[in-house]
């Protein structure tokens, strides 16, 4: 990736690296599992007895930083499905090169933090699978 941009003569500069990470699940109701994790306290907070009982989609998402990076993380659901983004992004003068941007941000430590909500999830949609395979 690098190499491209270093082509004699070349007019790009690089401003930032990014990484996305997108997941998919099809848990068998991913609302009510959504419900059940903490989205329900927060429909609660906002409309307090008069809160939505059925929902058709929900987006998520919220900006923050981490160490020395920006983090994106974004969630959307259906009733049929769970997407969730997740993206880390960093001003290129904090790394020598993409290949350095890849060794210091440790997706590892990303998706182990995103363990707790993912495997229940995965758990679900394989169950699902064995049923219908």
Do not use: W
Not at 20 to 44: A, I, K, V
Not at 49 to 58: F, G, Q, V
Not at 121 to 132: E, G, I, M, N
């Amino acid at each position: 990736m690098d190499s491209v941009y270093k082509v004699k003569g070349s007019s790009f500069s690089i401003d930032s690296y990014g990484v996305r990470l997108f997941l998919r699940f099809s848990p068998e109701n991913s609302m009510d599992f959504l419900r059940n994790h903490g989205f329900d306290s927060t429909l609660h907070s906002m409309f307090g007895d008069k809160a939505p009982s059925e929902l058709n989609t929900l987006k998520f998402s919220t900006r923050y930083p981490r160490e020395n990076f920006s983090d994106l993380i974004e969630l959307e659901a259906t009733p049929k499905d769970v997407q969730l983004r997740y993206s880390r992004d960093v001003a290129a003068a904090n790394f020598s090169s993409f290949h350095a941007f890849l060794n210091g941000v440790n997706l590892k430590d990303v998706m182990d933090d995103l363990r707790s909500f993912c495997e229940p999830l995965a758990v679900t949609q394989s169950r699902k699978r064995r049923l219908f395979a």
